[in-house]
């Protein structure tokens, strides 16, 4: 049988910035307990939902490289996963619970208004109990942060491993 090689030509991969971690140490360890402090009993396919959606809208490959990697290994569908940019369109591939931490975590990462509008977040209280949306709303936070980090430092996608950080 004769084999092939791919030959395809790729773009090149850019540098990182700055890796700011081994720079601010402290705030990176920070950040790690904050992020675990966090999660604390938001349901983690809810979470990685989450993280996909604000990553996809702040841009950040790194999380997107990241978190669609984890939430396939932990038994996340291909297909909620790629409507996610879409997920308004696509309503019924997600829960009624979903959904509203979809519309909230839009909301939160993209405050061009300066606010989350009432209705976003009367539904979201409508699908979780207090203690859960304000672990879901520290979550969403969280992951904005990370985003930021990995953005403006240009984070360099692709060579992540599915729960390297865990």
């Known amino acids: 049988m004769e084999t092939t090689e791919n030959t395809t030509e790729y773009a090149p ?17 920070a950040m790690v307990r ?3 402090a966090a999660r604390k009993g938001v349901d983690p396919t809810l979470l990685e939902l989450v993280k996909i959606r604000a990553s996809q809208l702040n841009h950040c490959a790194y999380c997107l490289d990241m978190h669609t990697k984890d939430a396939l290994a932990a038994g996340e569908s291909v297909e909620r996963i790629v409507q996610l940019s879409a997920w308004d369109e696509s309503r019924h591939f997600y829960t009624g619970k979903e959904l509203a931490a979809l519309e909230l975590t839009e909301a ?34 969280v992951i904005n942060a990370w985003n930021r980090f990995a953005v403006s430092t240009r984070m360099v996608p692709g ?8």
């Open 13 to 29: 991969e850019h540098p990182a910035r700055l890796t700011w971690t081994e720079h601010v140490p402290e705030v990176y360890k």
């Open 34 to 36: 904050l992020d675990a």
């Open 108 to 141: 939160v990462t993209v405050l061009t208004e300066g606010f989350v509008p009432d209705d976003v977040y009367e539904r979201a209280a409508k699908q979780f109990e207090e203690a859960e949306l304000a672990q879901l709303i520290a979550a969403i936070t």
């Open 159 to 166: 060579h992540y491993t599915p729960g390297q950080y865990k």
